[in-house]
C-alpha cells in the first residue's frame, strides 16, 4: 500500500494546493492526516472541505489545534496568538464543517499491522517529541515497527536499535528536498514528514511525504509554495501578522 502523508496543514490553502500539484502523477493509494487540519491560517473552510472530500480513502488522527478550534477544549493553554486564531476560525467555521472536525478521531491509530499514526506523540496528542528521551516514551507505549507523528512541524527521525538487548537510539534533522529512506527491518522508527501549512525549520518550503509500506520506504519532498498569497490572506482576516510572517521565514 502507498500512502499520502500530511501534517499540520493549518488551513495554509495554497501550500496544500501545492503538494497536490506535486503528487498530481504520483501513485498513492491512501491519504493519511496526522493532524492540525485548522488554527494559525486563514482558510479553514477550504482545507476542511478538501479532507472531507477524501472519504474513506483518508485516515487520521486529530490535532491539539483541530480540538481547540473545533470547540471541544479551551484554548487557555495556547499563546495569545494561537488563540486568537483558534478563536477566530471557531467563529469563521461552517456547520458542516465545524461538525466535520468535532469528529476527528484521537489518535493513536494502526494504519496497518506494524504502522500507528499519531499527533503529538504515541503517548499524548499534545506532546511534543523533540529529543531521544520524548522518543523513547513514545516507543514504549506502542509495539509498531513505525510511528508517524505531527506537531513539532520539523522533519525528522527517531530510530532504535536493539542488539543482544543493549538499545541505541539515533535522531536525524531530514533535510533536503527530496529523501529517500529505506527502513530496515530490525529497527523502529518513529517519523515526521513535517508541517504542509506552517513548517519550523527555517525552511518555508511544504513538507509532504510517501510511504510504501510493503517496500518499507519513505519518499519526503519539499515544495515551494507562494507564502505572500497566504500572508496576504492572514492579515486581510485580521489574524495576527506574525503568523503570516513566519511562513515567509518557516519559523
Ligand atoms: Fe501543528
Known sequence: MRYLILSDIHANWEALQAVRAHVRRKRFDRVVFLGDAVGYGASPNRVLDWLRSLG??????RGNHDRVCAGLDSAEHFNRYARQA?????????????????????????????VAICHGSSVDEDAYIFSAYDAQLAFA???????LFGHTHVPS?????????KQTLRV???TGRRL??????G???????GSVGQPRDRDPRACY?????????????RVIYRASVTRRRILNAGLPPVLGDRLLYGA
Not at 56 to 61: D, E, G, H, I, P
Not at 88 to 108: D, I, M, V
Not at 141 to 147: E, G, R, V
Open 56 to 61: 474513506s480513502t483518508l485516515a487520521m488522527v
Open 141 to 147: 507505549a506502542t509495539s509498531q515497527q513505525l510511528i
Open 86 to 114: 483558534a478563536e477566530w476560525t471557531l467563529s469563521n467555521l461552517e456547520e458542516r464543517n465545524l461538525e466535520y472536525l468535532q469528529s476527528f478521531p484521537t489518535g493513536p491509530i494502526d494504519l496497518e499491522k506494524d
Open 209 to 221: 511525504a510517501i510511504l510504501d509500506s510493503e517496500q518499507r520506504r519513505i519518499y519526503l519532498y
Open 157 to 165: 527521525l527517531f530510530m532504535l536499535r536493539e542488539d543482544n538487548g
Open 172 to 174: 536525524r534533522l531530514l
Open 187 to 193: 529497527n523502529r522508527y518513529l517519523i515526521n514528514p
Open 180 to 185: 529517500v529512506l529505506d527502513l530496515d527491518p
